[in-house]
Every structure is written in C-alpha cells, then in structure tokens.
C-alpha cells in the first residue's frame, strides 16, 4: 500500500471509529462529542506512531497525517453524530462547522493545484533592454508530464516572451525513474525552445544540473552552471547570472561579482532557484532583478496570516508568497511556481494559486512622458 492511501484509509477508519464511539451513549449529546474527540485522538496518534515507525522523521509525512485527519477522519465523525443529534442545536451547529474541512480540502487537493494563473508585473529599468519580455518558469516538480504542465508551457508561448527563464526543480522523482521519463520532459522544453527566442535554466533542489543537461540536448536551451551569459533579442540585450545548487562556489562568487560589472546600459537579471540568494547581493546592487521560485507561494497562505512555511531561511514571508517585492534597494519576483511537493507532503495549494511569470521591463522616463 502506497504512504498516500495509507494516510486516507487511516483517516477513514479513526473517523468511522471516532463517530461509532460517540453514538455508542444514547441520546447523542455532549458527552458523545467528546467521547468522539477523544477516541479520534487516540485514533489519530496511533496512524502518527506507525507513520513514524515507517518513514522516520519526516515532518511532510506528520503534515500530511493531520490534514488528512482535519479533512476526513473530524468531518467524517461529525456526520456521523449529526444524523442522530435532536435536542440541542448548539451542538448541531458545532459538528456542522466541523464538515467545513472536508469541502474546502477538496478544492484545496483538487482544485486550486490545478488552477493555473499568469501573473504580469512591469519593471521599471533605465537601459537599453526596456520593451524586454520575460517569461518565468519555476517549480513543475512533477511526476510526470500531463494537461497542467502543458498547459503552463501553452500560456508562456501565448504571452510571446523573448527570453524565458526556469528557475528550477523541473521534476521530483527518483534518479530510475527520471530515467524512464526523461522523454516526456525533453519534449516539453523541446516545444518551449521552438516557440521562445532564449530559454535559460538552472537546477533546484530536485532535478540537477546533468538531468536538465540531457533533456535540453538537441535544443538551444542554455543551462547556467554558476555563470553569466549575454543575451540579444529585438536588438535589447540582457545579461543573465545563473546560480546552480551544488555547484562550485567560487564559481558562484564570481558570477555574482561578474553580474553587476561592464556596460551599465545592459539590463542585469540574477536567476535561482532559492530567493535567499537576493542578500548575497549588496545593497542597491545595480542588478535589475532577481528571478526565483523555491517556495511555492508557501503552497498554503492563509489570508492575513501569510505563508505557513516559507522554505527558506531568510526571505520575508510577504516576498516567500510570491511576486514582486525589493529587499536592500534589490528587486526581486518569485514564482509561485506551477506544481507543488510530492511524496509524504500533503497534496495541497490554499491561497498560493500555481503560476507562470511575465515580466515586462519599461523605461520610467518614456511612460511618465
């Protein structure tokens, strides 16, 4: 039995068992409530022991246990109860505010994973590369290649970009069976190399450097390494930095000091996959802008709260959640990416739609004429 069915059949058991338990005490009332919070609990903590015993210490497989519990085992139980409740309608109000979790998991498993959007910004630069577009890819991390995946590389060939760039993490599978896939994302990128001017791509945490190597063979798609290319397109140049992960670091430091240098008429974009890389930058650096994904827009954002996990160490939890933000005088747009982690972790988006990025540059001077 895979991990995710597992998870499911666990929460409906402890939901099955929770609701049994409190319509064991007749006529149903409040101590059948909590005889059923207290049976689901136990229920609950037992599906926990044996996650552990089995996966070890992995926090996404915990994650992925409690929201399962919040969105089948509660409103399981609760129904379960509500159909034998009669007296008291405080109670009846509580279990039914206790089914809200099973509708909003289903649009938040099934629905807004898919719920792919295009999200525009302009940004201002005083350079010859004003009128620049660029396309944003970021964080496919997939399985494999279907409807959603095609249907992101559809709309960054629909917006007509000169240059798209891929901030990493193309897919999320085991080295044999990247293997066995690797056709299927070769001719993805295939069909966005036909379509773009330039494609540049760096590795995330993921995929690697080698892999997006061998699916771009045959193409001229350019996979950075920790280095700075120029580029030209409608006569605009642009030069980007392309950070790797697991690169050599002294490779690292001098694209970042490369990037930054030359030319001050050149438009200057720094690509990674981790936002974290804007604070090796110094203040007011003279790059135009930082392009990254990583964090999914924190996959669940909750209005007024934010982000509940950022993955990242330093970024803001208003710039981990996506778009167009500056740190220190730098700016800097992050993917909300298009899929969503795998494995043990909860299949979710909530309030952190998957997005494709375009970014239009301007001249300030020109558009307050």
């Not at 807004?112 to 620049?132: D, H």
């Not at 392309?242 to 720094?270: F, H, K, M, W, Y």
């Not at 964090?295 to 160490?313: K, M, R, Y």
């Amino acid at each position: 039995m895979s991990f995710n069915l597992f998870v499911v059949v666990a929460a409906v058991i402890v939901g099955i068992g929770a609701g049994l338990a409190g319509l064991s005490r007749k006529p149903v009332g409040w101590d059948s409530f909590f005889r059923t919070g207290t049976v689901g609990a136990i229920g609950a903590g037992l599906a926990l022991i044996v996650t552990v015993a089995g996966t070890g210490r992995d926090p996404l497989a915990y994650a992925h246990i409690l929201y399962t519990v919040l969105a089948i085992s509660v409103p399981l139980a609760a129904l379960i109860l509500l159909v034998s409740v009669r007296s008291s309608n405080l109670l009846r109000a509580v279990l039914v505010l206790m089914l809200l979790p099973a509708p909003m998991a289903a649009y938040a498993t099934y629905i807004e994973p898919f719920w792919l959007k295009t999200e525009i910004v302009t940004v201002p630069v005083e350079s010859e590369a004003a009128g620049l577009r660029i396309g944003v890819l970021a964080d496919l991390q997939t399985t494999e290649i279907g409807v959603h995946e095609n249907e992101a590389i559809d709309r960054l060939i629909e917006e007509q970009p000169d240059v798209v760039l891929i901030a990493g993490d193309l897919w999320e599978l085991e080295p044999e069976d990247f293997q066995a896939k690797k056709a299927e994302f070769a001719a993805l990128l295939a069909r966005l190399d036909t379509n773009v001017e330039h494609v540049v791509a760096v590795n995330g945490d993921h995929d690697n450097f080698l892999g997006i190597q061998s699916i771009t063979a045959g193409t001229d798609i350019i996979v950075l390494d920790n280095e700075v290319i120029e580029l030209e397109s409608r006569g605009l140049r642009l030069r980007v930095a392309g950070l790797s992960i697991g690169g050599n670091e002294e490779r690292r430091r001098g694209a970042l000091e490369q990037l930054p240098l030359g030319d001050a008429a050149i438009t200057r974009v720094l690509l990674a996959h981790n936002p974290d890389v804007v604070y090796d930058l110094p203040a007011n650096s003279g790059v135009d802008l930082v392009v990254a994904g990583h964090t999914h827009g924190g996959q669940i954002n909750i209005p007024l709260l934010g982000p509940l996990v950022t993955a990242t160490d330093q970024i803001p939890r208003s710039v981990a959640a996506g778009g167009l933000h500056e740190i220190n005088g730098n700016r800097i747009y992050v993917s909300s990416g298009v899929g969503r982690v795998r494995d043990r972790a909860p299949q979710v988006r909530f309030g952190a739609r998957p997005s494709i990025g375009i970014i239009d540059f301007f001249d300030p001077t020109i558009a307050d004429l």
